[in-house]
């Protein structure tokens, strides 16, 4: 029994819709913005506002290395994605590990510098409003970098196996999308945390 | 064809049912799953006014301790936003737009059930805290810092135990899940509409479904964001909203109210939607102004984003923040008032059918005029520093919320119950529940403005005799009976028609969008074929071949 009297002739041009991958992580990281946005704005109107030190200047060191490193990974997250969409596996598979590899060096850094300052300063998220901000922004982009780095290394494990090809060129340029926009909040956290901020 | 399907769905086993219902990613279980969740919550809700309604319709009263009557507004508050009214538009969104826009599904069906059960686990956490609440301290049990529960109200000295958390803990999570559901809303809106459906063509359901899911990924953020830094602040000694440490509790205000205001246009927009579906069908004309109501739409939706200090202008803003907030709230009247326009203009001259889903729609029209208008005085700075946080605000929001949004979505019950059961809702019964419910609508809220007028604070548990708010508390609580006694038969009627409901067959209103266009209940996979759509009014264009729609448009 038809379910649906409502085929019609309908006209013979073609039917392009946008693709709903990009679409959902477009969404997706318009959220994460205002989540960051927030964060932002408390960094922000905080600044300057601690009642007792340490300030930004005793404590902070601009960390151009790592910020080096995650903004290059950018590109070659783009060249892979190029060089996979020519169906190019192999060399995909090497520009994807570089990001791989030029992520975690970030997310090391950040680390080692979170290590510094609690160990070697004493200086927690519970120091004082400057630390609270600074924790809590940084911490969460570096959430993110942790969550991009997972993806990333499923990818890779798939990507050694074979098991990336020229059709999955436009999954893991959604998946590009969401670490292109890792990197450019970094771009905000840096300016606002060690420029501004500092 | 629509009664075997009704005879399927009777032989399921209830453990099949539960079974469905857990593994389920279709989105129109999901929806139903949603609708439901959220009728229970109402339920709940509800009793929770009724118990606060008793306690103040006397002087001195002693049926409720202080301190139950503060956990009972903040539940109150937080159930009636967070899981009713979203849950409900969630679910007729989930439920109707792959329909209305001739798709098999929702975008990422498998989100669309993580989504669901993120919300619907946020709620039963929320009343968790009734039992777990009190902590080892055996402090208070359910939350009680009110529904935007200001700084410091919720920081560990104010709120020792663990209430608190409950509340931002459940919100985090109903939060995850809105998120999630806006994001399918706008992939299943632009990516998964059939041939010929252009944005212009869509039915403006799924237009205001596509700017609620806009405005939640940039309000529902913001009070994640601040959920996460008011849990900093409680679990691992952040200074956010402390102010012993230079900390601002004005921030929190700030933060709560950027997701505050736009989420009353998250709610009231998809009502639109309701009421911009059902008005044209019952009086047997085409949507008047259809591109001016896209606009005036998004443009609410972008207005919506700068206005939200005005629940503020008692903190102590700057005379330019004043005026800023005055004025854009102000300007908010004016998309709000084409719409309103182009609802009448639409049963002007039209042959009016007064079903119940035109009743109820007629009842938004008028109330929701009358919300919006006590909304402009309140907008203005000079006048809320003398009714901020009284009565006349309970009356106001209230007037939004069940007179506006509440009535439309019974609007939406009654209009698409026959195509989700394949029974049409008793007609009589519905009449009554319109009547009785209107009545107490009136009963209970207009005279709420009055106390407000004469310096009733809200969210006091008592008050004194002889401030000549005694008559006008006790109009308002035997209006909430009328409203119980109307939801009630609304219930009956649902549970009834179910399975004594006249057969609705596919198309009962003589409707003009796609859902009409398949069986009712619409069977899993929605439509046999792609649908293929020439005008705003696909299902006139079938009907009325020699007479179609696309000639015109």
């Not at chain 2, 969104?93 to 001739?102: E, Q, T």
């Not at chain 2, 686990?121 to 301290?137: D, E, N």
């Not at chain 2, 996979?525 to 071949?545: C, E, M, Q, T």
Request: net charge neutral; glycine share 10%.
């Amino acid at each position: 029994m038809s379910a649906s009297p409502a085929v019609m002739a309908g006209n013979d041009t073609p039917w392009v819709l946008p693709s709903r991958g990009r679409v959902g992580m477009i969404s997706l990281i318009i959220a994460e913005s205002a989540i960051f946005m927030i964060f932002v704005a408390a960094y922000i109107f905080y600044i300057g506002k601690s009642l007792d030190g340490p300030t930004p200047r005793q404590v902070l060191k601009i960390p151009i290395f790592i910020t080096v490193c995650l903004l290059s990974s950018s590109l070659t997250m783009h060249w892979a994605i190029a060089t996979l969409r020519k169906g190019k596996t192999a060399s995909f598979n090497v520009f994807w590990l570089i990001t791989l590899v030029l992520g975690a060096i970030f997310l090391a850094g950040t680390g080692r510098e979170w290590q510094h300052l609690i160990y070697q300063e004493g200086f927690t998220i519970q120091t004082n409003l400057f630390g609270t901000t600074y924790y809590s922004l940084v911490g969460l982009h570096a959430s993110h970098v942790t969550a991009g780095l997972i993806g990333l290394t499923i990818v890779a494990i798939l990507g050694l196996a074979g098991k990336i090809k020229r059709e999955h060129s436009e999954r893991c340029e959604v998946f590009a999308l969401y670490w292109h926009f890792v990197d450019a909040v970094w771009v905000v956290v840096f300016t606002v945390v060690y420029i501004v901020g500092r | 064809m629509a009664s075997e399907s009704i005879a399927l769905r009777v032989h399921k086993s209830p453990l099949h049912v539960v079974y469905e219902c857990v593994a389920t990613a279709d989105h129109k279980k999901i929806g139903l799953m949603y609708i439901v969740y959220a009728l229970l919550f109402l339920v709940v809700m509800g009793i929770e006014a009724i118990l606060m309604r008793i306690q103040l319709s006397h002087a001195n009263a002693t049926f409720l301790s202080p301190e139950v009557f503060n956990r009972l507004f903040t539940l109150h508050g937080t159930t009636g936003v967070f899981f009713v009214a979203m849950p409900i538009l969630f679910g007729f969104g989930n439920y109707l737009v792959p329909l209305m826009i001739g798709a098999r599904d929702m975008a990422f069906p498998r989100l669309n059930a993580f989504s669901f059960w993120m919300t619907a686990f946020g709620g039963f956490f929320l009343y968790a805290s009734f039992f777990a609440g009190g902590g080892l301290s055996q402090a208070g049990s359910a939350p009680d810092v009110g529904w935007f529960a200001y700084a410091p109200l919720t920081s560990p000295t104010f709120s020792p135990g663990h209430s608190t958390d409950y509340w931002t803990l459940s919100l985090l999570l109903a939060g995850v899940g809105s998120i999630g559901a806006a994001v399918n809303f706008i992939a299943t809106i632009l990516c998964m509409r059939c041939p010929g459906m252009t944005l212009s063509r869509m039915p403006l359901l799924a237009w205001m479904n596509l700017v609620m899911g806009g405005l939640i990924l940039v309000t529902i953020s913001p009070l994640t964001a601040a959920q996460l830094m008011l849990m900093a602040d409680r679990y691992i000694g952040g200074h956010f909203f402390d102010t012993a440490a230079g900390g601002s509790v004005v921030m929190w205000m700030h933060f709560f109210w950027i997701f505050g205001h736009p989420e009353v246009y998250v709610l009231i927009i998809p009502c639109f939607g309701f009421v911009s579906e059902i008005v044209p069908v019952f009086s047997r004309k085409a949507m008047f102004g259809y591109p001016a109501m896209v606009a005036a739409s998004v443009s609410i939706g972008f207005v919506s984003l700068g206005v939200w200090a005005h629940h503020m202008f008692t903190v102590g803003m700057p005379s330019y923040g004043n005026a800023f907030f005055v004025l854009t709230t102000m300007v908010v009247a004016v998309p709000t008032g084409i719409k309103i326009f182009n609802w009448l203009a639409t049963i002007w001259g039209g042959k009016i059918r007064f079903a119940t889903p035109m009743l109820f729609c007629i009842g938004f029209l008028f109330q929701f005029l009358i919300a919006g208008l006590t909304g402009i005085m309140l907008a203005t700075a000079p006048f809320d520093w003398q009714l901020s946080a009284s009565y006349f605000v309970v009356a106001h929001f209230h007037y939004v919320i069940v007179g506006g949004i509440l009535f439309t979505i019974f609007a939406g019950f009654y209009y698409w119950y026959p195509k989700i059961t394949g029974r049409m809702l008793n007609e009589t019964l519905g009449k009554w529940h319109f009547w009785i419910f209107l009545i107490g609508f009136h009963l209970t809220f207009d005279f709420m403005h009055i106390p407000g007028l004469l310096g009733m604070p809200r969210r006091v548990y008592t008050y004194e005799a002889g401030r000549g708010w005694e008559t006008w508390n006790m109009i308002s609580s035997i209006g909430a009976i009328f409203q119980a006694a109307g939801i009630l038969i609304f219930v009956y009627n649902m549970i009834v028609s179910y399975f004594h409901g006249a057969l609705a067959g596919n198309d009962p209103w003589d409707a003009w969008t796609l859902e009409w266009a398949t069986t009712s209940p619409p069977p899993d996979y929605n439509f046999a074929g792609v649908p293929a759509v020439r005008s705003r009014r696909p299902l006139w264009d079938i009907k009325h071949p020699d007479d179609p729609d696309w000639k015109y448009e």
